[in-house]
């Protein structure tokens, strides 16, 4: 079985490559983009299973990404976990997602979100 893969979109690069590391850890496939822009490039080529996505950010931000993302559909299913360290901000969140972490983030929470969201990881138990 496939790993399940989650995008990061997020332009703080050493927060989206500490995720990077957590998740790959726990036995996801990932893949990092540093704005809503990029990302459009990254579902372009292969649609994750899951999207973590920040609020603030340049070129296309995270509410506007998430919009895009709802309206194609294309992706409209795929599951949003918007982050951001602006507290409250999910009441004001226009559009459907799966979750809101705020930052800075708290693993356990993030991990039992993820896996609500997508299957947990089948580790290869033979590689070790």
């Known amino acids: 079985m496939a790993a399940k893969t989650i995008l990061i ?21 990932t893949r990092i983009a540093k704005h809503g ?34 309206a194609n559909p294309a992706t409209r299913d795929t599951p949003i976990i918007v982050m951001s360290a602006t507290p409250n901000l999910h009441q004001a969140i226009p559009v459907q997602i799966a979750g809101f972490l705020p930052k800075p983030l708290d693993l356990d929470e993030l991990f039992g979100l993820v896996e609500s969201l997508v299957q947990a990881p089948i580790l290869d138990q033979q590689a070790h």
Do not use: H, K, N
Not at 21 to 28: F, Q
Not at 52 to 59: G, S
């Open 37 to 70: 822009a990029a990302a459009f490039i990254e579902l372009e080529i292969t649609p994750p299973d899951l999207m973590l996505v920040d609020v603030f950010m340049p070129v296309i931000d995270g509410i506007t990404f998430c919009r895009l993302v709802r």
């Open 9 to 29: 979109v997020d332009d703080d690069l050493p927060f989206a490559q500490f995720l990077d590391e957590a998740l790959t850890s726990a036995g996801y496939a």
